[in-house]
């Protein structure tokens, strides 16, 4: 290799040129007409010079003359394109005027893209390698492009994950909170009523018949404990359903339709597995969830007299149908980024790798399938 092209192997991405030839005269001259257009250049003196080059650096275009001692340009030329990353790099072959066809067929053959006859017209030789520069610089710039569309790509699909974990991580705390508070209530505020009635009806015990209006009083105090104890049952019960605990997700799906159709008057249809279901608590808390949104979604929008639902275990899934009769979702609604509660079902069942279906149909009422893949209880 000769001397300067060590110092000259630019570190930076601008394009380069790669002189091949083994007259050092031909060499400089071509050397200073680039430099002098502003080009960055790599000499070599050899095949086995130009291939030791090809290996260290792209190149936006390869001047190879093709009369060269030991590894002929041809050759050169044809290694050059074997190896993956210079596969494209186009070679121009510069030939004495001596040359005929056939060897110029082998230079095509070799992948030169074009052949320089020598002695070259400075003019022509400029105004061509300034196309491929041109080209190489247009190629860099979409790869630094391609580059960063990817590295945004990551980014987001790192941040959407974060968010994912963060939001199921919410979930699941506001369920252990829910789930706490209700056992509160229930312990606490239970006992305290039950105290109280205990405490009332000693009172009550101790009234002398003739007194009336006591008597009338302790009644109505009975009543407004009884009733005390009704609402902060239900209000425990609303906040996490004991029987989703005791009883497993199937008894409580059957609890909730039962307790729906009894407020809204809609008629629930049930066919539940009568085996217990290999599902855990959180899996469980999901679907119980997105039962209840669901539910509340029929009551709220569908108009619907009858709701069927029905529960079944396909392929190690679970797969739960809720299909009202109502007024059909609109498919605009399915996935409207408007469409929260939907949006949150989604997100729900998405951390245990299960999916949400929505079809509807006007007036033809709406389907919900609901599939989990089932995990070890
Ligand atoms: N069973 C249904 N029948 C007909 N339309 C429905 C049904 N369920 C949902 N929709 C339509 O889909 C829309 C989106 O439902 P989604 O649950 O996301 O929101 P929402 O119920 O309006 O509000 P929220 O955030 O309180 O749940 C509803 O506004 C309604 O128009
Ligand atoms: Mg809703």
């Given at each position: 290799?000769?001397?300067?092209?060590?110092?000259?192997?630019?570190?930076?991405?601008?394009?380069?040129?790669?002189?091949?030839?083994?007259?050092?005269?031909?060499?400089?001259?071509?050397?200073?007409?680039?430099?002098?257009s502003g080009h960055e250049v790599v000499l070599a003196a050899s095949g086995?010079?130009?291939?030791?080059?090809?290996?260290?650096?792209?190149?936006?275009?390869?001047?190879?003359?093709?009369?060269?001692?030991?590894?002929?340009?041809?050759t050169a030329a044809r290694t050059i394109r074997e190896r993956e990353r210079s596969r494209s790099t186009p070679i121009i072959f510069l030939t004495g005027a001596y040359?005929?066809?056939?060897?110029?067929?082998?230079?095509?053959?070799?992948?030169?893209?074009?052949?320089?006859?020598?002695?070259?017209?400075?003019?022509?030789?400029?105004?061509?390698?300034?196309?491929?520069?041109?080209?190489?610089?247009?190629?860099?710039?979409?790869?630094?492009?391609?580059?960063?569309?990817?590295?945004?790509?990551?980014?987001?699909?790192?941040?959407?994950?974060?968010?994912?974990?963060?939001?199921?991580?919410?979930?699941?705390?506001?369920?252990?909170?829910?789930?706490?508070?209700?056992?509160?209530?229930?312990?606490?505020?239970?006992?305290?009523l039950t105290g109280l009635k205990m405490d009332l009806t000693w009172v009550a015990k101790k009234l002398p018949g003739d007194q009336k209006a006591l008597n009338a009083k302790t009644r109505s105090m009975f009543d407004l404990i009884d009733s005390t104890i009704q609402s902060v049952r239900k209000i425990a019960t609303r906040l996490r359903p004991e029987v989703l605990d005791d009883l497993g997700l199937a008894a409580a799906i059957e609890w909730q339709a039962k307790d729906f159709q009894k407020r809204s008057g809609t008629r629930c249809k049930l066919s539940l597995p009568s085996e217990a279901l290999a599902l855990d608590r959180e899996r469980s808390t999901a679907v119980f969830r997105v039962f209840q949104e669901l539910l509340t979604n029929a009551a709220r929008h569908a108009d619907a007299t009858r709701i069927d639902i029905a529960m079944h275990v396909d392929s190690g899934s679970l797969v739960l149908k809720v299909e009202d009769n109502g007024k059909g979702i609109e498919e605009s609604a399915m996935f409207s980024p408007k469409?929260?509660?939907?949006?949150?079902?989604?997100?729900?069942v998405l951390p245990f790798g299960g999916s949400?279906?929505?079809?509807?149909?006007?007036?033809?009422?709406?389907?919900?399938?609901?599939?989990?893949p089932l995990g070890l209880k």
């Open positions: 290799m000769v001397k300067q092209e060590n110092a000259v192997v630019p570190t930076s991405t601008r394009a380069c040129i790669l002189i091949v030839d083994d007259d050092p005269k031909n060499r400089m001259a071509l050397q200073e007409l680039l430099q002098s086995e010079d130009a291939l030791r080059c090809v290996l260290r650096q792209d190149f936006a275009v390869i001047l190879m003359d093709a009369r060269l001692p030991g590894v002929d340009g041809f040359e005929d066809l056939p060897s110029m067929f082998r230079g095509y053959e070799a992948g030169a893209v074009d052949y320089i006859v020598k002695p070259l017209v400075p003019e022509v030789l400029t105004f061509k390698i300034a196309i491929f520069v041109d080209l190489y610089n247009k190629n860099a710039a979409l790869t630094r492009e391609i580059a960063e569309r990817r590295r945004a790509e990551e980014h987001l699909r790192k941040s959407e994950e974060n968010l994912r974990a963060l939001a199921a991580r919410l979930q699941s705390v506001r369920e252990e909170e829910w789930t706490r508070i209700a056992r509160e209530i229930h312990d606490e505020l239970g006992q305290a469409s929260l509660g939907l949006l949150g079902m989604r997100e729900r949400i279906a929505i079809a509807g149909a006007r007036n033809q009422g709406t389907k919900v399938t609901v599939s989990i």
